[in-house]
Every structure is written in C-alpha cells, then in structure tokens.
T-cell receptor, first 113, second 113 residues
Framework: QKEVEQNSGPLSVPEGAIASLNCTYS??????FFWYRQYSGKSPELIMS????GDKEDGRFTAQLNKASQYVSLLIRDSQPSDSATYLC?????????????FGKGTLLTVNP | SQTIHQWPATLVQPVGSPLSLECTVE??????LYWYRQAAGRGLQLLFY??????ISSEVPQNLSASRPQDRQFILSSKKLLLSDSGFYLC????????????FGPGTRLTVL
C-alpha cells in the first residue's frame, strides 16, 4: 500500500511569515511530486511540481525534494490570508503506474492577518 | 489551452436512485482521465482511470462504474446509490508521458439522502 503522509494541521502562521508544509512518502520508485492547493468547497489546483532532488522556486513558493529521505516540502514565503487553504501533497506511482497519483490527506493552513 | 468541465455542480439524490456524472476535456487529445472521490474529512480516493477510449481500470470495488465513450468524455455511473456514496466527485486529466501532472475539474458535490 503506497502511502503519503502529511500533518493534518491546522498550521497557523501570521501574515508575512514563512509557512512550511511537509510530506513523506513510502514508494521509493516515485519520480514525480506535486503540491495542490484546495480552497474550502473547491477542487484542487496545482501550484508546484518537482522531479529532482533539491529546491524549485516559483514566486513565493519553494518546493524541496529529498528522495533519499523520501521527503518533500513546500515553503510559502510572505504568507498572505489568501494562502489559507488545504495543501495536498501528491506522489506518482512507479513501475509503469507513474500516471497514477497518491494523495496525502492534506494540511490545513491558516494565515492570520 | 485545455479546459475540463464537470456537471452537474451539485446533486441531491435519494438512496437507491441511479447516478450519472459527466466530465469532458477540451483542447487536448487522448488524455488520461481519472475519477476521484473526496469524502468529508478524508483524502482523495482514486476510483477509476482510463488511458484510452473503452479502457477503464477500477481502483476500488464498489457500486460505481465508469465509461469512456469518446476520447475526451468520461462518465461515472451507479445503478443504485448508497448513503456512503455521498462526497465530492472530481474528474482529472493528464497527458501520458508528460511529467504525470493531473489537472482537476470543478467537481460535483453529491449528497445521497
């Protein structure tokens, strides 16, 4: 059973702070990693993808991947109240099932003005 | 650009009634298509996926079925709904061999009474 684990939160940060979201996964063969943002009552929206070890930056978002530790994280700099949402970590399958994603249950982030 | 549509947006159905949810994708050809369910307080559960017309793979045994009558059309059905079928149904698409990314439609919120 492939697993993706996230802290459920809620994670509460003040406006302007850095929010750090973490995810671990069990399938060592996974090659693709994603972060989705889901506002309450809405569908998930892709915000970051990462495929190689290290950091990948896109605006205020930085994804970090460490395949040896089976760990992926998302940093949100200068957090805004509009960042308040549930963040889902998703990991691709392996061995020919890479097109199937396994999702964590999500971390609820609240950014306080 | 690609667009994914789902309808209806919301649905209230009695137990034992049939179900048909539709998903269509525009702006791409031969996408991989996925049906997920998100129950209250739970993660995204992959129900079905399809890599081509008429090719359906089921991930979870249940009273639901899926069909792909056209390249960019994916339908989720049930002959008799159960209370446990309530949830947020999400259709997603992705391109085979293209970094495994999936993009979600707006979803259908189903309540079975």
């Amino acid at each position: 059973q492939k697993e993706v684990e996230q802290n459920s939160g809620p994670l509460s940060v003040p406006e302007g702070a850095i929010a750090s979201l973490n995810c671990t996964y069990s399938d060592r063969g996974s090659q693709s990693f994603f972060w989705y943002r889901q506002y309450s009552g809405k569908s998930p929206e892709l915000i970051m993808s990462i495929y190689s070890n290290g950091d990948k930056e896109d605006g205020r978002f930085t994804a970090q991947l460490n395949k040896a530790s089976q760990y992926v994280s998302l940093l949100i700099r200068d957090s805004q109240p509009s960042d308040s949402a549930t963040y889902l970590c998703a990991v691709s399958g392996s061995g020919g099932s890479n097109y199937k994603l396994t999702f964590g249950k999500g971390t609820l982030l609240t950014v306080n003005p | 650009s690609q667009t994914i549509h789902q309808w209806p947006a919301t649905l209230v159905q009695p137990v034992g009634s049939p179900l048909s949810l539709e998903c269509t994708v525009e702006g791409t050809s031969n996408p991989n298509l996925y049906w997920y369910r998100q129950a209250a307080g739970r993660g995204l559960q992959l129900l079905f996926y399809s890599v081509g017309i008429g090719q359906i793979s089921s991930e979870v045994p249940q009273n639901l079925s899926a069909s792909r009558p056209q390249d960019r059309q994916f339908i989720l059905s049930s002959k008799k709904l159960l209370l446990s079928d309530s949830g947020f149904y999400l259709c997603a698409w992705g391109l085979a061999g293209v970094e495994d990314t999936q993009y979600f439609g707006p979803g259908t919120r189903l309540t079975v009474l």
